[in-house]
């Protein structure tokens, strides 16, 4: 067999600093909803409060991956909403559910 000495040609192309500073941004709201987390998780007392927080901050996180890294937030609007309209109705779902079980009594 002969050996080819053809070298694929790589082209490098320069950083594109505008996306850079894109991703240190959404790191950088995804680090500071975690570390209001991590403080609400070792200062307050366990109880309701802290776990509505809980859900909603990362619901909050969730939707902020969603938008940025599956680019739902440059999408068409109706997509938006197709998307947006069954999670709501989801927890909503499980709203009421956690809140029905509570009302529930324990059964031994």
Do not use: C, Q, R
Not at 11 to 22: R, W
Not at 75 to 85: D, P, Q, R, Y
């Amino acid at each position: 067999m002969a050996h080819h000495a053809h070298e694929p040609e790589v082209t490098v192309l320069p950083p594109d600093k505008e996306k850079i500073k894109k991703l240190w941004t959404v790191a950088g709201i995804l680090g500071l909803v975690t570390a209001v987390e991590f403080v609400i998780a070792f200062t307050m007392d366990h109880g309701s409060a802290k776990t509505a927080l809980f859900v909603i901050l990362t619901i909050v996180k969730a939707g902020y991956i969603v938008g940025e890294f599956m680019h739902l937030k440059y999408e068409v609007k109706v997509l938006f909403w197709a998307v947006l309209v069954p999670i709501l109705f989801i927890v909503w779902m499980l709203v009421a559910f956690v809140y029905e079980g509570m009302k529930m009594p324990v059964f031994n």
